[in-house]
């Protein structure tokens, strides 16, 4: 779990285990929605690659259970968010889906789950990335820490919502391109990940 909490996040926590990811988006989304089958979709790719991910990693010690309900609930945040074409209609900038999705899940007493959407934007946002590129954000650091939040933010990479045909993955090498016109760091971030969760090989074009 993750490092800082205040005492009132502890008193507030619940335990996982009453969690139900669906009825959490059902009650954001509406059942039935275009809006609530994206999300879901999206959820379940990103949990599946997440879990198989984590079931074959030696070394670390994951919560399986965390990862999945992380992972269902991660993109809450679209729902408040101006994006018609994943027929969400709030009035805030997509930018902002991972602080909206923390506030979100805070406020239903969730606040290691919220942290999962704050920091699986990108590869995790820094404060030089918000103050460089002039984001809608607060000044703080938003990149994963723990390996459940390390391993949705990776995940997640490979999914579009746009775009949520199984067989429209990205290729890890695609992911590591498109991340490169983000920055260098992106990119090597993203590749180190590959070679730890998946022994895959990548590297940038030096051109
Ligand atoms: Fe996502």
């Known amino acids: 779990m993750t490092g800082k909490q205040t005492a009132?996040?502890?008193?507030?926590?619940?335990?996982?285990?009453?969690?139900?990811?669906?009825?959490?988006?059902?009650?954001?989304?509406g059942a039935g929605t275009r809006r609530f089958d994206i999300v879901r979709r999206h959820g379940a790719q990103v949990a599946a690659r997440a879990l198989q991910i984590a079931a074959g990693l030696e070394s670390a010690s994951v919560d399986m259970n965390f990862l999945h309900t992380a992972a269902m609930l991660h993109d809450i945040g679209i729902v408040k968010t101006a994006t018609p074409q994943l027929d969400c209609h709030g009035d805030q900038p997509y930018a902002r889906h991972g602080i909206i999705g923390r506030q979100m899940l805070e406020t239903l007493g969730l606040p290691d789950l919220a942290l999962?959407?704050?920091?699986?934007?990108?590869?995790?946002?820094?404060?030089?990335?918000?103050?460089?590129?002039?984001?809608?954000?607060?000044?703080?650091?938003?990149?994963?820490?723990?390996?459940?939040?390390?391993?949705?933010?990776?995940?997640?990479?490979?999914?579009?919502?746009?775009?949520?045909?199984?067989?429209?993955?990205?290729?890890?090498?695609?992911?590591?391109?498109?991340?490169?016109?983000?920055?260098?760091?992106?990119?090597?971030?993203?590749?180190?990940?590959?070679?730890?969760?998946?022994?895959?090989?990548?590297?940038?074009?030096?051109?």
């Open 116 to 207: 999962v959407c704050e920091r699986h934007v990108g590869v995790g946002i820094t404060i030089a990335d918000i103050r460089e590129r002039g984001l809608p954000l607060p000044l703080r650091d938003m990149r994963p820490v723990t390996m459940e939040e390390k391993l949705i933010c990776y995940a997640d990479k490979f999914f579009s919502k746009t775009n949520g045909q199984p067989e429209n993955a990205k290729s890890a090498a695609d992911v590591a391109r498109h991340l490169e016109r983000y920055g260098r760091r992106q990119a090597e971030t993203f590749i180190r990940w590959a070679a730890r969760f998946e022994g895959l090989l990548l590297t940038l074009d030096d051109d």
């Open 8 to 29: 009132e996040n502890l008193m507030a926590k619940s335990p996982l285990e009453t969690v139900d990811s669906e009825d959490i988006l059902k009650a954001a989304f």
